[in-house]
């Protein structure tokens, strides 16, 4: 009885000790908000790897994304070498193909950056951007996510030198507190720039302008994951901050509508446009799902016509898209994925000559080094993510994030689980994931024979299998 008495106090003691190791570090939220209990997580994970040799369920298996796919993003984001052993285990839609002398080390150049925006003519702006990053953090609002992740995201965003978009909840002093570019989104309830009776407030749009943070605005049509849907943020997240930053009530539900009231036609979507860019000075973006591809023509026709109206870009959201809540019909089966919308976006503009004129952001899903360079060769100038950002600040796919109880504190309401993601560490977490991506992405480059990443063409990768959705690619 002596000896069990001993074993039991010693293992007390242990996980005594464990605890409070757990409560005091910074770099696991999971054992923060968990602690001893997490290290089923971190010991399943670990030994995953050599245990789904005796058929268990495969990495690539999941959904939404796979385990290939979370493993990229955290052992970037943690430092960790992403280099493999053995051989592949994935199973390509595609593949790059490679030049026979690719490029030398002494003969690559950094990304040089694209402009966004003119200074002369017809809808030109006061202040043109010049975006330094190819890879940026797609829009999410605030109140959708935590302060906590906000700030993180802001600050690493100032790290690696790229833009954060804010979503459609409005700018808060979180996405400003790292000194980071800003996008400023305007989703269809106007928020952060509307007056007390919902409507578009020159005013308040001049106050945001002002910031020298925010270089672009953002005119959200609709997103991936919900088109013709407006956002959902429930009314437990409604706190008197975010209420204050929306401008609406304290505790009720924040359901946009699902378009904008004032934007119903391509020539009011073009006056949409002209005002934002004469009022803020700034370049402005267009934030879409294809659906008719026959509106595309119409669009950049109509942009031709009436060059005042014209966007300086336009940001394609594929259907796979992410959100925090959403109808699951209009989640699984509205809007093109980008797979087939990019290439069809990117055609269009070209074909009535824009391709100087607006520059395409294209995003759904596109976290890996891959997915990037596709999207480069499909005709995107930009590419934007927002679910790989999340999981560089430590998300673990829980499907939590419409309930406010997400365990690693990323889109919690609870500050009990907030706490947990501490943004100094984290930053540091986004700012590794963002460069590794640009990276490999220069690594694919070379491989082909580009000196940058701004040479990538339709021909330089080929579909390996097509299907519904599949990855489009040139054979030529």
Known sequence: MIVVAVVLAVGLVGLGALYLRDIRQ?????????PVLGHVRYFAETWGEYMRQYHYLPDWAER?????????????????????SFGSENVPAFVFRNAPFPVLDEER??????????????????????????FNISGMSYGALSHAAVSALSRGAKRAGIWLATGEGGLAPYHLEGGCDVVMQLGTAKYGARDAAGNLSDDRLRAIAAHPEVKMF????????????????????????????RGIPVGEPSISPNRHRDIGSIRELGAFVDRLRTVTG???????????????????????????????????????????????????YVGLPITDALPLVAAARDRHGLAARIRIVASGKLITPDKVAWALCMGADFVSAARGFMFSLGCIQAMKCGSGRCPTGVTSAEPRLIAGLDPADKSVRVARYATRVREEVEVIAHACGLVDP??????????????????????G
């Open 26 to 34: 910074t770099q696991h939220t999971i054992l923060r908000n968990y």
């Open 64 to 84: 939404p994304f796979n385990r290939l796919e979370r493993s990229w993003v955290y052992r970037s984001a943690k430092g960790v070498s992403s280099l493999v």
């Open 109 to 134: 150049r950094p990304f040089p950056g694209i402009t966004v925006g003119i200074a002369e003519g017809p809808g030109a702006c006061r202040m043109p951007y010049h975006a330094g990053s190819f």
């Open 218 to 245: 953002e005119v959200k049509l609709a997103q991936g994951a919900k088109p013709g849907k407006g956002g959902i943020l429930p009314g437990a997240k409604v706190t008197p901050e975010i209420a204050a930053i």
């Open 282 to 332: 700034k370049p402005v973006g267009v934030k879409f799902v294809v659906g008719d591809p026959a509106f595309l023509d119409a669009w950049f026709a109509d942009c031709v016509a009436h060059p005042e109206g014209c966007p300086d870009y336009v940001q394609v959201d594929g259907g796979e898209g992410g959100t925090g809540a959403a109808p699951a019909p209009l989640v699984d």
């Open 454 to 475: 701004t040479g990538f063409l339709p021909c330089h990768v080929t579909a390996i299998e097509r299907g519904v959705g599949g990855f489009r690619a040139a054979d």
